[in-house]
Structures are given as structure tokens and as C-alpha cells.
């Protein structure tokens, strides 16, 4: 928990990217992360 704000870190997949940077890294075999929180 940073400033009172609860969240969770997760694995973030798709069919396809969206961007140059999603394609750039699963191309290299890496993942993306999403951070979700409510505030």
C-alpha cells in the first residue's frame, strides 16, 4: 500500500499490440505489467 491507495500488480497479455513498445518487448519474449488500483 503507497499513500493509502490498495493495488495490484498484473501480467497484461493481448492478441496483439497496440503499441510499438508492447510489440518491441513480447517479441523479445518479455511481458508487460499493468498496475490497477482504485482511487
Known amino acids: 500500500v503507497l499513500a493509502n491507495v490498495e493495488s ?13 513498445f508492447e510489440r518491441k518487448y513480447w517479441a ?9 488500483c482504485d482511487l
Do not use: F, H, M, W
Not at 495490484?8 to 510499438?20: F, G, H, L, W
Open 8 to 20: 495490484q500488480i498484473d501480467v497484461y497479455s493481448a492478441e496483439k499490440a497496440i503499441t510499438p
Open 28 to 36: 523479445s519474449g518479455q511481458q508487460s505489467l499493468r498496475l490497477l
